[in-house]
């Protein structure tokens, strides 16, 4: 307890013999276990940096399972960046931009940051191009106060006709498959969950495929809200994009903000739920 990591940026390795990016030992910082934190000496992370990259000319394929898990109680995070390589040293240097992406098996990473522990509150928080869901939250009494988090930018093969990737959570209690995983994924256990200033982005270079949205609540959760959330196709695929803001137990909010190249933005200003809906 009382722990500051500050000014940290650090690196996944190309070791797969502890599971790579397929087992949660292979989380590159992990605070805390189950049960522990303390309001009055909480463990501080500030300007905290991940990165699953070739960093140069010669590296091998690194992966991760996160980039973090938090275990314990009362964890504040501020101003963390957690990056899985859209382009790295090794993906190339073509004019057109699309040319230079990361393929998507490779620089693999499942999750950018795993919540478990209660009362933990992350302020701008940055999750990028994981191939699962980007954070998953577990943790009652939890916010996020900004949140910036960009989609995969390349995908396995399949559009939004033939989806392929696996959308899970760590615990493995709830699977489907999608053309793309929803970034936020806010599980039934996480009651009182707050999230404002949420931006999520989609750039989907060369395929035709729709996240069905980027905010997850599982059905079961209690007093979820969401306060101004936006989500913005950025370029790429114009037939492509992410259909709705939230989705929930009750569908999809709002039913009409389909994101593509003619409509490229949707903003909410509040969404709250809880369950059972009150009718």
């Not at 991760?64 to 993906?91: E, F, P």
């Not at 240097?93 to 499942?110: C, E, I, R």
């Not at 609540?217 to 959330?229: D, F, L, R």
Request: hydrophobic residues 30%; aromatic residues 8%; proline residues 5%.
């Amino acid at each position: 307890e009382g722990v500051r990591l500050a000014g940290l940026t650090f690196d996944a390795g190309t070791n797969s013999s502890n599971g790579g990016s397929t087992t949660s030992e292979n989380t590159l910082l992990t605070v805390g276990v189950a049960g522990s934190g303390s309001a009055a000496t909480p463990d501080v992370l500030q300007d905290v940096f991940c990165r699953i990259a070739r960093t140069d000319s010669t590296m091998g394929d690194p992966s991760a399972y996160s980039c973090l898990t938090v275990n314990a109680n009362h964890v504040i995070g501020q101003n963390l960046w957690l990056w899985r390589a859209d382009h790295d040293d090794q993906s190339g240097t073509n004019p057109d931009a699309k040319d230079n992406l990361v393929p998507a098996t490779t620089d693999q990473g499942q999750y950018g940051l795993i919540v478990n522990g209660n009362n933990v509150i992350m302020d701008a928080l940055f999750v990028e191009h994981f191939q699962n869901y980007q954070t998953v939250w577990n943790g009652k009494d939890g916010q996020i106060n900004f949140y910036q988090s960009e989609m995969p930018y390349l995908l396995p093969t399949g559009d939004a006709t033939t989806p392929n990737v696996t959308c899970s959570t760590p615990d493995g209690t709830v699977t489907s498959t999608e053309s793309v995983c929803p970034s936020l994924f806010i599980t039934k256990n996480a009651t009182n969950f707050s999230g404002q200033g949420l931006g999520i982005y989609s750039y989907f270079a060369t395929q035709k495929a729709y996240a069905k949205a980027a905010i997850e609540i599982q059905p079961g959760a209690t007093n979820v809200t969401i306060k101004h959330a936006v989500i913005r196709w950025l370029n790429g695929e114009t037939d492509s994009g992410i259909n709705s803001i939230v989705k929930d137990a009750n569908g999809t909010y709002p039913a009409s903000s389909t994101v593509n190249g003619a409509k490229n933005g949707y903003a909410i200003d509040t969404h709250s739920y809880t369950y059972p809906h009150p009718k």
